[in-house]
């Protein structure tokens, strides 16, 4: 991780070619943007190989049980646990910025500055 505040956590991940990241578990809405795209192999939290894919562009989920839902937009070629691990099998460096939603709304753009404004997290 890298930055973070009441209602944000950003992460920046690198993984050269045959590097595996930690299995890890998320626990917040969230939505990854590539900034240098792989291919990508994905573990269960079990151990157990779930798919692999090309990691590109940008991806969004939501947390719904043990599982990650798919926002619209975002496809996989199989369902995503929470908890995962994957490995750049690809050729190149993989790079994503990921960003957790620590609090998920329903409120528009507006309605949040108002919201912020009012409990003095902007001026």
């Given at each position: 991780?890298?930055?973070?505040?009441?209602?944000?956590?950003?992460?920046?991940?690198?993984?050269?070619?045959?590097?595996?990241?930690?299995?890890?578990t998320h626990n917040?809405?969230?939505?990854?943007?590539?900034?240098?795209?792989?291919q990508l192999a994905?573990?269960?939290?079990?151990?157990?190989?779930?798919?692999?894919?090309?990691?590109?562009?940008?991806?969004?989920?939501?947390?719904?049980?043990?599982?990650?839902?798919?926002?619209?937009?975002?496809?996989?070629?199989?369902?995503?646990?929470?908890?995962?691990?994957?490995?750049?099998?690809?050729?190149?460096?993989?790079?994503?910025?990921?960003?957790?939603?620590?609090?998920?709304?329903?409120?528009?753009?507006?309605?949040?500055?108002?919201?912020?404004?009012?409990?003095?997290?902007?001026?």
């Amino acid at each position: 991780m890298f930055w973070q505040d009441e209602f944000t956590k950003v992460w920046n991940m690198t993984l050269p070619p045959g590097e595996m990241a930690k299995m890890h578990t998320h626990n917040y809405d969230y939505t990854f943007v590539v900034s240098e795209p792989s291919q990508l192999a994905v573990w269960g939290a079990g151990g157990d190989f779930l798919f692999e894919f090309r990691a590109q562009g940008s991806l969004s989920f939501f947390v719904r049980d043990q599982m990650l839902e798919p926002a619209p937009g975002t496809e996989l070629p199989w369902v995503l646990p929470r908890t995962h691990c994957v490995k750049n099998i690809g050729d190149s460096t993989y790079r994503e910025i990921l960003i957790e939603h620590k609090a998920t709304t329903n409120k528009t753009g507006l309605q949040l500055a108002a919201i912020k404004l009012a409990v003095g997290f902007a001026k």
